[in-house]
């Protein structure tokens, strides 16, 4: 099957790792390989390699493999790219990859591809359907996970912005024998100001909102002697020891923030969530609990010998319902052989020994996990969704950008109706799908159509 | 059982019907109607004579098929049952398309037409568009005449009862009188006939048309046979006898001066007589008579159980859902030019008669208006046209073909095209060839049909020019240059259209290759641009050399100010060469910009689904995506992804498993 796109995805599992891999596969890319790299290297050959952004400033510097087609994972031309790991120069190689002319892949893409091509057997191709599904779902969930609060009410606000317009427009076109308001060529300016301001408002606070940025919040359980602070210098190891240490609203209540991979985790430690009588502290408990409302999980640290404390439980219980937890068993080095025995992996509870650092790697990547990077190679993760809508809504401002040169000019409401459907078929890959008939309906629920 | 042996007599249709039509047919019948076995055999029979019928079976003729046009009345051939209108915004694309394939109904609109006028002139060439006036009488005519000279075309008066099948394959037609007529291809145009009903006011009756019968016994048997039916709803205004109507009180619509032609063969000397529209207001008053009546509409007491469309509503309607809305247009539009009826298009209506007559004379200009018949509601059965192909034939029947307002749509020009393609398919069915199925970036042919068979219906389809993503290279002006290469292909373009269009053709790529040679600069060498002149076309100075066609192709320069630059050359004599060319100049970028997006998108179209494929079988698909598959059996991946609700993921899968199909068999093959 003939492609005639290009698409582009990180290949190396978000988190750990000195190496990050993006790969690019599509017919005919030699033009975004120039682009990206400036030149276009020897098939099949390691090349050390600028890597460059929309605006020719080296991003990172690395190890360029280009695989001309058919001799390739997918069967078409494929371009991997090898940075450095971590989040930040992968999605800078990646959005570079974007403007270049490549979309982002879907899950299972690649494989896909390959497939389709005959570069798999029969028996490989068994397992694609099964990646394809999963990874489905799970960048369903993480796209819901990426939609959700401000930035959905902000794309909602800019989607019916959009088709407000697009009604005028539309109805202007088809309906021009009809009585009714059509769209003035002013009207219509003032109004396609109104979208593009709405949408630099969200892709602004979508920038600010990404997890890289901003990081998650965690509520941290635990008493005094389980090892709280060892643990979680350990955690944060030798790239970014503990950043800010801001007292709380109460005596007790303590906020930090530790750094892993890049990704800010903030801890709202709750040791001072406790019963009292004194009117002052117990304001400072409200604002706390305010503050746990935005938390995204809850890691309980106990010491493993003697598990949840009545006091821990008691704090688990005020929290609000449905937070995942993680359960962290520390200290497993002073356990008897015994009870060592026991001791499994699985699931939200996991054994650690801030003193051997046995379990620190299982609970780093439980952590990176929660925050929406996961490690499995075929999920993307919430911010690979957010990505996703990102590049959706810079796709939409180009084509509003087209609409407003347009509109400059003179008055030609089929171009002006054109660029604003592309901009529409842009953020339904946010939105999900709206169909002319979608349109027509509403033009027909607001204007008294027909003869 | 009595045997009568009687011959019946099939005589030919007026006189100068062109191939003759001698049968022997045995009646072995008693008055219960039995079986009578007819020994001629046609390769194409359509049922009904309606515009989708009428296409369907010109388009058969023409391709070489013997053909054979079953009507309940030859009289009705052709007829308007609706407004006496033809084209209009998405509808004009359409009849164009049709034209561009040879069809009939823009040249009988250019002989019928008393008012023409082009839509949207003030906007850009792809939302354009035709509409004429028709006189019915004429228009009836110049269909009628194309039919009865027709060679391969023979004409039948008789209703259809029943098909005949062999297996899950048609092999003919009974009617009425229970002849029986075979055919490997049949072709179902009832529109409104299956299971009609009538509605004014209270009062119902079954119906098809007013005055003609309803096919019920067809109508039950196509249940029968487990096609998925629904039910919609249209309507009528009543009519006005124009020698009733104060024209001092009313407003004047004249056509477009000069007149416009339809058919791209249609020459504007031919035109009949023209006349104006005329056009007045409801107000207050008649909304109060309205609302007044509404306990006695059948819209509103629920007797009506059709879905009616929500861009043509009736005037109750208008009036219950904008209450706001003081006034309604509506257009006065004369019937023909032997006739003083009046369409008064905008208040179609089912309220009781005594109501009509009340809400008319209620409107200026109509106080003493006179109401030649009645207008009604009419609810009719239609099939979900997801269970067709794009070809149009039913995926269920082998051989039977369904176009027109059967299958959901509204109006003469969806019909028209529809028939026209089932007729097309049809044809094909019986040479053994692959079905034609424009695709949406060629055709609004193929937008439709698209539509209706990966989306369905859920009120009468309507064409509309924001169906098509890619309106812009989908225009009137070019509807021949899409389409007639292909129509002659297919073997519906005759000699002539053929001659004049390559002709035409050519001319356009002769003066683009001359505009794209033809460089002006701005120094003072030869062909040098002087100041004032690029000024004056141009609105600026050049700053290096530019060809004519890059000039063209900016949105304030015009072909014919283009031509009066010094250094131009002669511009071409013909204006609808010239007018294709700068349109094709102005909307390069947009067309070029369109065409990656289907190149983009053509992958999934390649991939064809076996209809057997049963979706449960598919590997990680939902349990509703696959319930959906299995209803509608979509023919190609990419009418499944435009299926409601059908993820790209599900489409993924798909593709896999039907590569696993192929892989599978070829493996089977080589051990």
Known sequence: MENADTIAAVATPPGRGGIGVVRVSGNGIKSLVLKVIGYVPEPRYASLSKFFDEDGQVIDQGIALFFPAPHSYTGEDVLELQGHGGPAVMNLLLSSCLSAGARMAQPGEFTLRAYLNNKLDLAQAESVADIIDASTGEAARCAMRSLQGEFSNAVHIVVQALIDLRISVEASLDFSEEEIDHAHHVDVSHRLRGVQAHLEHVLASARQGSILREGIWIVLIGQPNVGKSSLLNLLAGEEAAIVTEIPGTTRDTIRRTIEIEGVPLHLLDTAGLRETDDAVEKMGIARTRSTLEKANFVLLVMDSRWGITPADQAILDSLPAGLPAIYVYNKIDLLDERSLAEVGEGGSEIYVSAITGAGIETLRQRLLEMAGWQPRSMGEGVFMARQRHLQALTTAREYLENAAELDRGAFQPELLAEELRLAQQALSAITGEFRADDLLGEIFSRFCIGK | ?671
């Not at chain 2, 349109?583 to 990656?596: C, L, M, P, S, V």
Request: proline share 5%; net charge neutral; hydrophobic share 40%.
């Open chain 2, 1 to 671: 059982m009595r045997v009568d042996n009687r011959v019946l007599p099939l005589r030919r249709t007026p006189p100068y019907i062109a191939p003759r039509f001698t049968v022997e047919c045995h009646l072995f019948s008693e008055c219960d109607g039995s079986v009578v076995n007819c020994s001629e055999n046609f390769d194409v029979i359509v049922i009904g004579g309606g515009h989708a019928g009428t296409e369907a079976a010109l388009a058969a003729a023409r391709m070489g098929k013997k053909t054979l046009l079953l009507s309940h009345n030859i009289e009705t051939l052709g007829q308007m049952s609706c407004n006496p209108s033809i084209g209009g915004i998405g509808k004009g694309h359409l009849v164009k398309e049709v034209d561009a394939l040879g069809g009939a109904m823009a040249a009988a609109a250019d002989e019928a037409g008393i008012q023409f006028r082009i839509l949207n002139s003030s906007k850009g060439p792809a939302v354009r568009a035709t509409r004429v006036q028709a006189d019915r009488m004429l228009y009836r005519q110049a269909i009628r005449r194309r039919l009865e000279n027709q060679p391969n075309l023979w004409l039948f008066q008789q209703g259809v009862d029943d098909l005949t099948l062999e297996g899950e394959c048609v092999t003919g037609v009974v009617t009425q009188l229970g002849i029986r007529f075979t055919a490997r291809a049949v072709v179902l145009t009832a529109g409104t006939f299956l299971g009609g009903l009538a509605h004014v006011g209270s009062a119902n009756f079954q119906a098809g048309r007013a005055g003609d019968p309803p096919s019920i016994s067809l109508a039950a048997r196509l249940r029968e046979m487990k096609l998925p039916v629904g039910r919609l709803k249209t309507g009528t205004p009543p009519r006005i006898d124009g020698r009733s109507i104060d024209y001092s009180a009313v407003i004047e619509q004249p056509g477009d001066s000069p007149v416009p032609v339809f058919s791209f063969m249609g020459d504007a000397a031919r035109h009949p007589r023209q006349l104006p529209c005329w056009m007045t207001h409801t107000n207050r008053h008649t909304h109060d008579i309205i609302r007044g009546g509404l306990d006695r509409s059948p819209l509103f007491t629920g007797v009506i159980e059709g879905t009616g469309p929500r861009y043509c509503p009736s005037i109750e309607d208008k009036v219950v859902r904008f209450s706001a809305k003081e006034s309604h247009q509506i257009f006065l539009e004369p019937e023909g030019l032997g006739t003083h009826e009046v369409y008064p298009n905008g208040i179609s209506t089912s309220l009781p008669f005594d109501m009509q007559v009340k809400l008319v004379q209620s409107i200026k200009g109509l106080e003493n208006a006179h109401i030649t018949r009645p207008g009604y509601a009419i609810e009719y059965d239609f099939f979900d046209p997801r269970a067709l192909k794009s070809s149009l034939e039913t995926k269920a029947i082998e051989g039977l073909f369904f176009a027109g307002q059967i299958n959901g749509t509204t109006g003469y020009e969806e019909a028209a095209a529809q028939g026209l393609l089932a007729g097309i398919n049809a044809a094909r069915k019986t040479q053994d060839r692959e079905a034609w199925c424009p695709r949406r970036d060629e055709a609004y042919l193929g937008v439709l049909v698209d539509d209706l068979v990966t989306r369905g219906v859920t009120e009468p389809y309507r064409m509309f020019t924001s169906r098509a993503e890619y309106r812009l290279q989908l225009r009137e002006d070019n509807a021949d240059l899409r389409l007639t290469g292909m129509g002659r292909e297919l073997g519906v373009v005759d000699d002539v259209r053929w001659v004049s269009f390559e002709a035409k053709r050519e001319a356009i790529v002769r003066e683009q290759g001359r505009l794209k040679a033809t460089w002006l600069n701005p120094n003072t060498s030869l062909n040098a641009l002087p100041e004032a002149d690029a000024l004056r076309v141009l609105g600026k100075t050049i700053e290096h050399d530019y060809s004519l066609y890059e000039l063209l192709r900016r949105p304030d320069v015009s072909y014919a100010a283009l031509m009066t630059l010094p250094g131009a050359g002669e511009c071409v004599a013909d204006p609808v060469v010239a007018e294709q060319v700068e349109i094709q100049a102005k909307y390069h970028g947009y067309i070029e910009r369109q065409k990656d997006e289907v190149a983009r998108n053509a992958g999934y179209e390649d991939i064809r689904l076996p209809l057997d494929l049963d979706y449960t079988t598919v590997r990680g698909l939902s349990g509703e995506v696959q319930q959906k598959l299995n209803q509608f059996k979509p023919e190609t991946a990419g009418q499944a992804a435009r299926i409601s609700g059908i993820t790209p993921a599900a489409i993924s899968l798909l593709l896999v498993h039907v590569k696993r199909g192929f892989s599978g068999q070829k493996k089977k093959k080589s051990a």
